[in-house]
């Protein structure tokens, strides 16, 4: 399967939305919080108006990226200001950081790698803009279990956020250098 990653192109934007839709409600659904039909469809909606802002903001509010296979667009990612919510927990301590956000892959694509693809492609964007560090969050279970192999244990852990058993995490996550990544190597081909 050949996976592009690339910035969205407007012609796509129908596309997009839709696939907000699809996988948000598949999100939802699998987190058994279907129920909360009003949380979904304002988080559709925020998603889409990210999507409006960066053909807006020529991608820089935010900066948006798509996986795609073929024609079809099967990932998303986005990097930009942190949002409100890590704010308000945080306490600002993070609103001079950015945030990867809008993280998603299409159900019947996950386990092939494109989530990661799309972490790296913003990680590399994060490293030529000199970002010492990046934040996210995720308040659905089976994202936090992914982020918590990736990134290790979260900075700060809400716990019953969202109720009983229904925790809230955010990641403050350090990037090494590169001059510090090869010393690290290095170091551990010793």
């Known amino acids: 399967m050949q996976i592009r990653i690339q910035a969205p192109l407007r012609a796509d934007q129908e596309q997009i939305e839709k696939f907000f839709e699809n996988v948000l409600t598949h999100t939802y659904k699998v987190n058994g919080i279907s129920h909360l039909a009003e949380e979904l469809k304002d988080e559709i909606q925020e998603k889409k108006e990210k999507l409006a802002s960066h053909f807006r903001t020529n991608g820089t509010a935010p900066y948006f990226l798509v996986a795609k296979v073929e024609e079809k667009v099967v990932g998303t990612i986005t990097l930009g200001k942190s949002n409100a919510l890590i704010h308000e927990l945080t306490k600002g301590k993070l609103d001079d950081v950015l945030e990867l956000g809008t993280i998603y892959v299409d159900p019947s694509y996950q386990g092939n790698g494109i989530g990661s693809k799309l972490v790296k492609h ?65 170091k551990g081909s010793e």
Do not use: I
């Open 122 to 186: 913003m990680l590399s964007e994060l490293q030529s803009k000199n970002e010492a560090s990046f934040c996210l969050d995720s308040g659905f279970p089976l994202a936090q279990k992914v982020w918590r192999k990736k990134f290790g244990n979260p900075t700060y852990w809400f716990k019953n956020h969202w109720g009983e058993g229904s925790d809230h995490m955010v990641w403050h996550v350090t990037l090494l250098s590169e001059h510090a990544e090869k010393r690290a190597s290095t």
